[in-house]
């Protein structure tokens, strides 16, 4: 199969970010062919169904998760029922493994995380990003199929759509620019989320995050990363 202009893709990847803000880099992308989607989607919805109900939780499902806030928490949800603090912490924080193993169970799924430590991370941020469009394109030219980015943002990161289009026309099988979308209204993008907050905390080891540490190789073991790229 040779690219061509106006190839419909086949794959979405899912793209987040993690890492501390200035000296670590992480982007975790979540791969599904849009056959499996509507199970993969399906699959989400139950499990937010289930935290919606637990006793010990109550978060709505119209609240969008971020696992920074889970593993924290921030105090951000006040429904549940859980008899102390220390327990509601215990709880929230399992909500971030919990997600990881239901997209473990995602058909077909494929997982990537890349980073990068800096120095300069307004340069390297948007390098580590083509770093990884590289990669997800070969994936797509050995399976022969094409595929688009789906990035959480709105739209305004000019310099993560100029590192996408570092790819050459030539043997390009991802379709187009990124696609930006906010987090919020978007499931699988919050389970991109979860992949790149477990990924750097794979890699950094933050003490305070111990119980974290090996949840991403224990959860993913053929992922495709973390990768210092």
Known sequence: MSPENGATP????????GGDGSTSIHFAALGIDRHHRPAAERLWR????????????LIPTSVALHAVELAGPRGRFHRSR??????????TQEVVLRGLRVIATFPGVRVHAVHRETTDYARDRPALFAALAHDLNAELA???TYGRLIVDGDGREAALR????????????LVGDPVFEPAPTRDLLQAADFLAYAAYQAVARKEP?????????????DADGPRAR
């Not at 086949?10 to 970010?17: S, W």
């Open 142 to 144: 050995g399976d022969g």
């Open 209 to 221: 995050r111990r119980f974290m540490w090996d949840w991403f190789a224990e959860t993913f073991p």
């Open 162 to 173: 100029g590192a996408h289009r570092t790819l050459p026309p030539e043997g390009r099988y």
């Open 10 to 17: 086949h794959r979405d990847y899912e793209v987040d970010d």
């Open 82 to 91: 859980s008899s102390s603090p220390e327990f509601h912490r215990r709880h």
């Open 46 to 57: 139950e499990f937010r169904e289930e935290l919606a109900v637990d006793r010990r939780l």
